[in-house]
């Protein structure tokens, strides 16, 4: 497995004590540590015995090389190499820098948006990233249904999305809770599904075990992302780059996302009309059904 893009700015903590420490250790504790080194982002799900399993050795020994690091355990190496996967700045830091660099005039702050998102359009609207627009139209006209990750302002535009999929006939459904709720809405995902992904960089938990369970099952995945070296891009079906505005550590806009999604929905819209005929027909059968409510025919 390919190790994940490295974060150059903040410091390799398991990196520098692997380089350090490792070549007094003993071959098999070795194997262990540079196994764990060359998969990171697969070891954050491993248990001792998974990863035991995966070099044929034992959970103690693995957790000895840990311990040989000078980590407490697999906890405490683990939460080290999740903060190697962050971001570099929070969003709360991307504010304060986007704020500071634009000046009080808020015609800078209309052009810096307006800007991106001019930018942004023009990269959508490339032949590569309209034929990647017409495999994804491809793949979800024909599904079963419709799984659309994200999480955070993503998780925002994952409902709303997962709506209009279902006002045309295609049923859909938002992935973007995280912990035990995330892996609740994961049940819904069958073969025969299509999974939309909204994401970036950091190859977090929710995203990467959303995708290992995409595989699993079979279930093609379109990615929706400016990270176009991402671990997300990589396992990608159809790959579309969506320019965020996030360059130089600023604030990220998620106006273009949302032109995406809805060049997305409008495309299987058109393509599948009767479908969506039926569909938004019945819709309003139903409004009217519920404007009457409890009145007398």
């Known amino acids: 497995m390919q190790s994940p893009k490295k974060n150059k700015n903040r410091v390799d903590i398991y990196g520098e004590r692997l380089s350090t420490r490792a070549p007094t250790l003993s071959p098999r504790l070795q194997t262990v540590l540079h196994y764990i080194d060359e998969n990171r982002n697969a070891v954050l799900d491993l248990t001792a015995l998974e990863i035991a399993a995966a070099v044929n050795t034992s959970d103690a ?10 980590f407490a355990g697999l906890l405490d190496l683990k939460k080290t190499l999740k903060q190697w996967f962050e971001p570099v700045i929070n969003s ?16 800078f702050s209309i052009d810096y948006v307006l800007e991106s998102h001019k930018h942004a359009c023009t990269v959508l609207g490339e032949t590569h990233n309209r034929n990647a627009l017409s495999q994804a139209v491809a793949l979800l006209q024909d599904a079963r249904q419709a799984a659309i990750f994200g999480l955070n302002a993503s998780g925002i535009l994952a409902d709303y999305t997962a709506r209009l999929f279902n006002r045309i006939g295609l049923s859909a459904y938002a992935l973007n809770r995280t912990s035990i709720g995330l892996a609740e809405q994961l049940l819904a995902l069958q073969r025969g599904d299509v999974l939309l992904m909204m994401v970036q960089e950091s190859p977090h938990s929710e995203g990467m075990t959303t995708l290992r369970e995409a595989k699993r099952l079979g279930v093609p995945v379109i990615v929706l992302t400016s990270a176009l070296e991402s671990n997300f891009a990589r396992e990608a079906d159809v790959l579309i780059n969506v ?6 550590d600023r604030m990220p ?12 929905v409008l495309s299987v819209a058109t393509s599948a009309s ?8 019945r819709m309003h059968e139903l409004k009217r059904g519920l404007k009457l409510g409890g009145k007398k025919s």
């Open 92 to 107: 709360e830091e991307k504010m304060h820098a986007t704020v500071k660099e634009l000046t009080p005039d808020i015609n």
């Open 253 to 264: 806009l998620h106006g273009t996302v949302l032109v995406c999604l809805e060049m997305l």
């Open 61 to 70: 020994t693995v957790v000895r090389a840990v311990q040989a690091l000078g």
């Open 243 to 248: 320019p965020r505005g996030a360059e130089n």
């Open 274 to 281: 009767q479908r969506t005929i039926k569909s938004m027909k």
